[in-house]
């Protein structure tokens, strides 16, 4: 979540508005075949019922993504789960929060940034 605020904190333009919008999107647990490794008669029954019991379908979790795509730039930066915009966790939000998600992200991106010259380069400007 940290990462996803930042870039859609990077995202915003000139007049504060997104220029591209940035959401996390999670449809859930869904049926499909994830599990397929995982054979034999007592694996098939678990998971024939823990299907039944608490996933939902393929085209369920489908809806879920397609319904984020089509929320407007006023749910930037924010978490879409089951066609709900979830609020942030107290870490994720209010001054401790906004300085941990500083601190991750820079970490995050010195981290990459040994390995990738571009993010790098990019830190180092941003930086500037």
């Known amino acids: 979540m940290y990462v996803m605020q930042t870039l ?6 000139l007049h504060g508005k997104p ?3 940035i959401l996390a ?3 859930g647990g869904a049926k499909s075949d994830l599990n397929r490794g995982y054979q034999g008669v007592v694996a098939g029954v678990f998971k024939w ?4 019991l608490f996933l939902r379908t393929t085209e369920q979790g489908a809806r879920t993504l397609v319904s984020g ?3 407007g730039e006023e749910e930037n930066g924010r978490f ?3 066609d709900i915009i979830r609020e942030p966790a107290p870490l994720l939000s209010g001054e401790e929060g906004e300085q941990l998600r500083r601190r991750v992200c820079g970490e995050i991106v010195e981290a990459v940034g040994k ?3 571009k993010v790098k380069v990019l830190s180092e400007f941003k930086a500037s």
Not at 8 to 13: F, P, S, T, W, Y
Not at 49 to 52: E, K, R, S
């Open 115 to 117: 390995d990738v010259l």
């Open 25 to 27: 999107v999670c449809p």
């Open 49 to 52: 019922v823990f299907g039944a």
């Open 69 to 71: 795509l089509l929320l």
């Open 8 to 13: 859609a904190e990077l995202a915003k333009g």
């Open 80 to 82: 879409w789960r089951n």
């Open 19 to 21: 220029e591209v919008a």
